[in-house]
T-cell receptor, first 114, second 112 residues
């Protein structure tokens, strides 16, 4: 059984650029959630995907978008990057019928916007 | 939406002492309360959770208590060890959405 894997692990972008982050869910998990974790803060919910559809969204602007694929992997896209987008982006997957959102996190993608 | 407050932000203890971290939540519909441990540079990992139908849960040196009336829950770590040093996050999920809202974290430092 493999865990949640994310790529890339680190990346540097400049303001105005676009970025795509990728996540492979844990085997058997069909729900993927994305979180933004700024330095010294708790994870902030961005959105969740279930059955390839967005299934909940936090307080993030539309330039944050995502996809989920038939194999349950997912992408997070951020357009028009801003300095405040610098953070650790965490992907987490959840098993079906868990009764609650029991999250298994990936190691994250650390984005630096210059 | 749900709001989770966590205290203290930093907690420093001597090895062998107990540590207590407290969280409050705002939405009375919340029914699932997990705790995550995040070591420096690593992913958050679930260490214990509690559902609203129980008041306390224990797992070896860690325990969680829940007071639904007061809308607060706490993590208790006994006989702390240096490897317990990490940032601990509480979270609360509203029934139906099942999307946890996290607290801001507590940095626990255990001095040998």
């Amino acid at each position: 059984e493999t865990g949640v894997t994310q790529s890339p692990t680190h990346l540097i972008k400049t303001r105005g650029q676009q970025v795509t982050l990728r996540c492979s869910s844990q085997s058997g998990h069909n729900t993927v959630s994305w979180y933004q974790q700024a330095l010294g803060q708790g994870p902030q919910f961005i959105f969740q995907y279930y059955r390839e559809e967005e299934n909940g969204r936090g307080n993030f602007p539309p330039r944050f978008s995502g996809l989920q694929f038939p194999n349950y992997s997912s992408e997070l896209n951020v357009n028009a990057l801003e300095l405040d987008d610098s953070a650790l982006y965490l992907c987490a997957s959840s098993p079906p019928n868990s009764g609650a959102n029991v999250l298994t996190f990936g190691a994250g993608s650390r984005l630096t916007v210059l | 939406g749900e709001n989770v407050e966590q205290h203290p932000s930093t907690l420093s203890v001597q090895e062998g002492d107990s540590a207590v971290i407290k969280c409050t939540y705002s939405d009375s519909a919340s029914n699932y309360f997990p705790w995550y441990k995040q070591e420096l540079g690593k992913r958050p990992q679930l260490i214990i959770d509690i559902r609203s139908n129980v008041g306390e849960k224990k797992d070896q040196r860690i325990a969680v208590t829940l007071n639904k009336t007061a809308k607060h829950f706490s993590l208790h770590i006994t006989e702390t060890q240096p490897e317990d040093s990490a940032v601990y996050f509480c979270a609360a999920s509203v029934g139906g959405s099942y999307i946890p809202t996290f607290g801001r974290g507590t940095s626990l430092i255990v001095h040998p």
